[in-house]
């Protein structure tokens, strides 16, 4: 009995010093109001709006397998010779950071499986963002008001990239060294400061003795901290501008459908989180990735045959592959076009090509309204071509990079392939662009005849007097609504005024070739005349 009374006066203590805690922040904070709207909050039931949460989830996996291999990776160029359990590299002269990996893969416990682990997790990390980017492009959610989330996500990934990059290179390895070593070369190739870029970064004449150091710093400090910040802002902005949302009757510009955060959404998302985890480390156990033993510790005189980045920099080596040796000299200074071009100033046009994107759709389609419904890729042909025609020119980069591996398996002459990369790097984004664009265009009339006639059943009936008629099915009023959520497109004709003609007529023109297609194909009908309750808007704010 005194046992019992005791729990029941320290349950009764505990319960009101949480109620007095609780009223105390409440007093300062928000409390109250921000729980009652973030318990309230609704999550469209989609499975690729958990494209997000899954780079989300495979970076808190980062960050955990990360802070233990902090605790035994020694980031130092200071040479020993390793006297460890790997026998083979046994008395070889190494860095004290490749000693140090290699201690972490064979002696420190765990440590080969939260090495890989990590490894993994960077390689979801990366991926799971360029797939939620893709996904967000195609769908039409950059537009306003998502413009600066979309900037966010884009210099999120250019982050990732970034912090994959400085972490594949710390164990100085042959792999990674020759990595670095390109580095060198690339900022050398910089015009008039690219020498003293080199010699910061390196401390001094190639290799020197810095570069592990301040990209260990690199690695575990300030990227890190930035990838968080622009996470935490990147769900705020959600938060505030609210989800958007596949079009289906019922859902319109001023609501959000789809379940609470808690319990169904909490309970859903913990289980992908469980999930994620439990895959990565499954993997991280299993499949071996990155055998740094089996490439033996850089020299700055050897190269390993058949050296491959990591996908999300492979395009880089892709493109400096392709680009033919040039140099120009310019008032006593040489400027190397390759790596120039290939690794500067690409990789520039293609980020700024992506962070300006969503202001030149909007500034060629005059469309200054907000949209919180999700557009099907079909609907819009034009962007839909530009993202296809983007992916495969990166894919084509990409196979570049490992072109020598491409000819020795498949028994190609090297310089032959070399030239066919180069011309598929500008004729296949365009081949792709007209054939996405012909199919979604396809796809948009397949829509009208089936709202028109119905959904083909594949049974034909014969009539009294002998003809023969196939069978449609009328389409529910969820199908319905959804093939008529979809806005008018129309070309914008030319805007009269005094000054700035030919920006105008460019303006005019750039309207026309996005619209043009789009706008000749048959409209399914106007949304009131499909008898639904719930109309689909596709313009208007939020209430």
């Known amino acids: 009995m005194l046992l019992s009374r005791r729990r029941a006066r320290w349950r009764n203590e505990a319960q009101e010093a949480a109620r007095h805690g609780y009223r105390t922040l409440d007093r300062r904070l928000p409390v109250s109001e921000a729980a009652r709207e973030l318990l309230r909050k609704a999550f469209p039931d989609h499975w690729s709006f958990l494209l997000g949460e899954l780079a989300l989830y495979s970076f808190a996996v980062l960050l955990l397998t990360g802070v233990y291999l902090t605790l035994f990776f020694e980031p130092s160029m200071a040479q020993t010779v390793y006297t460890g359990s790997y026998a083979p590299l046994r008395g070889t002269p190494m860095s004290q950071a490749y000693a140090s990996a290699l201690d972490i893969s064979f002696d420190v416990r765990g440590g080969l499986l939260m090495r890989q682990t990590h490894h993994w997790a960077a390689l979801v990390f990366l991926a799971s963002i360029a797939v939620h980017m893709l996904r967000i492009f195609f769908t039409g959610a950059f537009r306003r008001p998502r413009e600066a989330n979309w900037m966010v996500g884009v210099t999120l990934f250019l982050l990732a990239t970034v ?172 400027v190397a076009w390759n790596p120039l071009v290939p690794a500067l100033l690409l990789p520039a046009a293609m980020f700024l090509a992506l962070y300006a994107y969503p202001f030149f759709e909007r500034w060629v389609t005059h469309d200054p309204g907000e949209h919180h419904l999700c557009d099907r890729p079909r609907d819009h042909p034009v962007r839909t071509g530009l993202g296809a025609a983007g992916t495969t020119f990166y894919a084509v980069l990409l196979a570049a990079g490992g072109q020598d591996v491409l000819s020795h398996a498949l028994r190609i002459p090297l310089e032959g392939l070399v030239w066919f990369l180069r011309v598929a790097l500008f004729l296949a984004p365009v081949l792709v662009f007209a054939v996405t664009k012909r199919l979604c265009l396809a796809l948009r009339e397949r829509d009208a005849e089936r709202l028109a006639e119905g959904e083909p059943t594949g049974q034909v009936r014969q009539s009294v007097e002998g003809g ?39 303006r005019a023109a750039l309207s026309r070739w996005y619209y043009r297609d789009a706008a000749r194909m048959p409209m399914p009908g106007p949304p009131g005349d499909s008898g639904d309750p719930g109309e689909l808007e596709r313009a208007g704010t939020r209430e």
């Open 163 to 334: 912090e994959g990059f400085s972490g594949y290179s710390l164990p100085d390895d042959l792999l990674s060294g020759t990595g670095l070593r390109i580095t060198e070369g690339i900022m050398l190739s910089v015009p008039v400061i690219g020498t003293y870029l080199a010699f910061f970064a390196f401390g001094g004449e190639y290799p020197g003795e810095d570069v592990i150091p301040r990209l260990y710093s690199l690695h575990i400090l300030l990227v890190p901290g930035l990838l968080v910040g622009l996470i935490v802002l990147h769900l705020f902005l959600i938060v505030y501008h609210k989800h958007t949302q596949w079009a289906s009757p019922g859902r319109t510009n001023r609501n959000v459908a789809g379940k609470p955060f808690f319990p169904q959404y909490a309970a859903k998302s913990a289980g992908l989180f469980f999930a994620v985890a439990g895959v990565l480390v499954l993997a991280g156990g299993l499949v071996q990735i990155n055998p740094v033993w089996a490439y033996g510790p850089y020299r700055p005189d050897k190269v390993s045959f058949g050296s491959q980045p990591d996908w999300y920099v492979g395009f880089l080596e892709g493109s400096l592959r392709l680009m033919p040796g040039a140099e120009t000299t310019v008032a006593g200074h040489t």
């Open 468 to 506: 023969f008629q196939p069978s449609h099915r009328q389409l529910s009023p969820h199908e319905r609504g959804v093939l008529r959520a979809r806005a008018r497109q129309v070309p914008r004709p030319l805007e009269p005024g005094p000054r700035g003609r030919r920006a105008r007529r460019v």
